[in-house]
Each structure stands twice: as structure tokens, then as C-alpha cells.
T-cell receptor, first 111, second 113 residues
Framework: ELKVEQNPLFLSMQEGKNYTIYCNYS?????LYWYRQDPGKSLESLFV?????AVKQEGRLMASLDTKARLSTLHITAAVHDLSATYFC???????????FGTGTLLAVQP | AAGVIQSPRHLIKEKRETATLKCYPI?????VYWYQQGPGQDPQFLIS???????DKGSIPDRFSAQQFSDYHSELNMSSLELGDSALYFC????????????FGPGTRLTVT
């Protein structure tokens, strides 16, 4: 059974600081997704990583994928309050591409 | 650009009642996925449809059923509602079954009292 784990589950950080969220998954997959969710809202797609070594950046967020280690990272550079949200990684599974989500990381950026 | 539409956005039902959630995918998208997200939890896959046929099934209770219609919209029918069914229900759509990205709707918040 595919399991997707994130750490940390909760991250409180100060504005201007850097930090990394880790996403580990238990079985082989070449595709990894990162989503952002504000409280009570929908899932906003941040990154789609399609191959080993893929790296994507958007603003203060950068995501990477190492399929051999079954690990993806979401790096936050110089955090700002607007980045406060819950971040989920997800792996698609099987021919139908259903998503298996990680446990989520609640990020709180303090002024 | 058109997005996934879900209705209703909020729904309050009593135990043992039934509920129907609707999902209208992005135009030309032929695949629909349903996910359930309980309070403080990660989304869990329920069921998916491709070209109006069920393509995959997850942890969906037998009390729930779903279908995709000829215009590609989908409905999730939930009967004998329980308190534990209270959750956010998301629909996502994509084009084909190997597209690499699902677009999520705004969700339906179901509260069972």
C-alpha cells in the first residue's frame, strides 16, 4: 500500500527565514505534486514534478524530486506571511492517476 | 478560464438523510475524481470516472454511489448519512487518464447533524 509522509506536520517560522518541507513515499512513482490549501478552501496546484531530478521554482517556493530516494522537497526562501497555509504533496497511483496525499504541513509564518 | 464547478457549496443534512453532490468538470475534460477531506485530514480518494465509466474506486462506503453523465458532469449520491460523513468533498477533473494534473473544484462542505 502506497504511503506518503510529510515532515514536519507543523512549521512555525519567522518572516525572512528559509525552510524545507520533506515528502517521502513508499513505492515507486515518477510523478509528484505539491498543493497549497488555505483554511476551508480548495487545493491550489503549485508544482507538478514529472521525472527524477525535476526542479521547479515559483517565487519563494522551489520543489524538487528524487525518485530513487522517493523524496521530494519544498523549499521556502525568505518566507512572508502570505505563504501561511497547509501544503500537501501527493503521488499519483495506478493507471487512473488517483492521488494519494501526504499528511500535510501546516505552515505559519510569523511577522 | 473556466474552472471545475461544484454544487451546492454548503449542505446541511440530518443523520439518515440523503445528499447529492454535483460536479461540472472543465470543458473538454473527460475524467472526474471525487475526494473526501475530513476535518484536519488529508484528502482521500473516493472514486473516479473516465468517459462515463467508473475507472477506479477507493475507500468509498457502500452507502455512496456516483456516476458520470453524457455531458461529463458527475454526481455523488450519499444515503443514510452519518455524523462521520461531515467533510469537504472535492471534485477534480482532467483530460484523459494520463494527463499529470487534476484541477480541483471549490468543494462542497457537508455537515451532518
Amino acid at each position: 500500500e502506497l504511503k506518503v509522509e510529510q515532515n514536519p506536520l507543523f512549521l512555525s517560522m519567522q518572516e525572512g527565514k528559509n525552510y524545507t518541507i520533506y515528502c517521502n513515499y513508499s513505492t515507486t512513482s515518477d510523478r509528484l505534486y505539491w498543493y497549497r490549501q488555505d483554511p476551508g478552501k480548495s487545493l491550489e496546484s503549485l508544482f507538478v514534478l514529472l521525472s527524477n531530478g525535476a526542479v521547479k521554482q515559483e517565487g519563494r517556493l522551489m520543489a524538487s524530486l528524487d525518485t530513487k530516494a522517493r523524496l521530494s522537497t519544498l523549499h521556502i526562501t525568505a518566507a512572508v506571511h502570505d505563504l501561511s497555509a497547509t501544503y500537501f504533496c501527493a503521488v499519483d497511483r495506478g493507471a487512473t492517476n488517483k492521488l494519494i496525499f501526504g499528511t500535510g504541513t501546516l505552515l505559519a509564518v510569523q511577522p | 478560464a473556466a474552472g471545475v464547478i461544484q454544487s451546492p457549496r454548503h449542505l446541511i443534512k440530518e443523520k439518515r438523510e440523503t445528499a447529492t453532490l454535483k460536479c461540472y468538470p472543465i470543458p473538454r475534460h473527460d475524467t472526474v475524481y471525487w475526494y473526501q477531506q475530513g476535518p484536519g485530514q488529508d484528502p482521500q480518494f473516493l472514486i473516479s470516472f473516465y468517459e462515463k465509466m467508473q475507472s477506479d474506486k477507493g475507500s468509498i462506503p457502500d452507502r455512496f454511489s456516483a456516476q458520470q453523465f453524457s455531458d461529463y458532469h458527475s454526481e455523488l449520491n450519499m444515503s443514510s448519512l452519518e455524523l462521520g460523513d461531515s467533510a469537504l468533498y472535492f471534485c477534480a477533473s482532467s483530460f484523459g487518464t494520463s494527463p499529470y494534473e487534476q484541477y480541483f473544484g471549490p468543494g462542497t462542505r457537508l455537515t451532518v447533524t
